[in-house]
């Protein structure tokens, strides 16, 4: 008998604990040898023959392949992204917490008591600093997806001055 994607081979396909098709270690690792031997000019069929499996199985388990590599590359990058601007947002809140001295022509603004004055501009600007930290993090993750608006009904309309009889 020959192995299928829905009758897949010993070891390719486990069921989980809700009855439902899992992948195993031996099957992504077969899925990765039929993309290396597509890459080194395999055809579908003969990759289906080396597995015992038909042309469409191959294609699948190339296709999972190439799909697994790209999808393990971009979360890796995304987990890089989000490591990113949680560190700036982090840096941000750091500067949002100091206090600040008003310095102008590089001397220290004091009151007539000699007291330094504060300067907010530094934790204005970490305040758009975290603001543009989190905008971006939204955007990266999906956060920001626009809601989508759902409309069901008609539209009436209303002729006046028309008679219904005249436009038939």
Do not use: W
């Not at 899992?22 to 899925?31: F, N, P």
């Not at 289906?48 to 890796?76: K, L, S």
């Not at 970490?126 to 809601?147: C, H, Q, V, Y």
Request: net charge negative.
């Amino acid at each position: 008998m020959t192995a299928t994607d829905d009758n897949p081979p010993h070891g390719h396909k486990s069921r989980d604990g809700n009855g439902k098709f899992s992948r195993t270690v031996e099957g992504a690792e077969r899925d990765a040898e039929a993309a290396r031997l597509h890459a080194q000019g395999f055809n579908y069929v003969e990759i289906g023959q080396h597995f015992g499996i038909t042309r469409q199985a191959a294609m699948r388990a190339v296709q999972r392949a190439v799909r697994e590599v790209v999808q393990d590359a971009g979360e890796e990058v995304l987990k890089l992204h989000v490591n990113r601007l949680e560190y700036l947002y982090e840096k941000a809140i750091e500067i949002l917490e100091d206090d600040h001295v008003l310095v102008s022509h590089g001397r220290v603004v004091t009151n007539d008591l000699g007291d330094t004055l504060p300067d907010p501009a530094p934790k204005l600007a970490a305040i758009r600093e975290a603001r543009a930290s989190l905008e971006s993090f939204r955007r990266l993750t999906g956060m920001d997806k626009p809601n989508k608006v759902e409309h069901s009904g008609g539209v009436t309309y209303e002729l006046v001055g028309v008679d219904p009889q005249d436009l038939a």
